[in-house]
């Protein structure tokens, strides 16, 4: 009986090395879904794992960021949501913007995006199409290196433990022998 996933596929006649007439059940292969909302993926490779492997990589996904996971209206709310977000935590004047969280957004976010939001560490880069670090001002900015340079402290050493003595180890049998001198057995010599 064919299985349950080819029924309803196609069905191509081939004929086999030994030279019988067969029937083959081609496969079917499901589309790309955006993995927020669901929409089938235009521009995407649909096809068998092999298949898609063998194609250029242009010729796979669309040359977008997220392209292959989300759709294009996804990405545009992404964006918006996270310039909206971090405008909120970095600008005084919109601290009291109503903005609630979308966790359907935030789940293809990096993690510990939310938090470092939080902190007004990362902006939103439109040109390069992703987080860039958020500059210093003057006062974050790392001390020179001869501020950062120790002072000239004495530091006690910690005195060394006195080292104990090891256990003897069990003597090789030779050697307990060799020790109570007794003669070893001569070959061929019968007594």
């Known amino acids: 009986m064919v299985r349950p996933g080819l029924r ?5 006649k081939r004929r086999t090395p030994g030279g019988r007439a067969a029937v083959f059940y081609v496969e079917r292969f499901g589309s790309p879904t955006c993995g927020r909302c669901g929409v089938v ?6 096809g068998s794992v092999s298949e898609v492997r063998a194609m250029r990589h242009s010729e796979r996904i669309p040359s977008r960021m997220y392209a292959g996971v989300l759709c294009s209206d996804c990405v545009d709310r992404m964006v918006r949501y996270v310039t909206r977000m971090e405008s909120k935590f970095a600008s005084p004047g919109l601290q009291d913007l109503d903005v609630e ?3 359907t957004i935030e789940k293809f976010l990096p993690s510990g995006w939310w938090g470092s939001v ?8 439109k040109q390069k199409k992703g987080f860039k670090r958020k500059a210093k001002s003057a006062k ?3 001390p020179s290196v001869s501020e950062r340079a120790p002072k000239a402290v004495q530091v006690e050493k910690p005195k060394a ?3 104990k003595e090891k256990p003897e180890k069990a003597k090789p049998a030779r050697e307990k022998a060799a020790a109570r001198k007794i003669p070893a057995k001569a070959k061929g010599k019968k007594r």
Do not use: Y
């Open 41 to 46: 993926l235009l521009g995407t490779a649909k």
């Open 118 to 125: 939080q902190k007004g560490k990362l902006i939103w880069n």
């Open 161 to 163: 433990k006195p080292m």
């Open 101 to 103: 969280r979308d966790l």
């Open 8 to 12: 309803g596929s196609g069905k191509v």
């Open 140 to 142: 974050e900015e790392k």
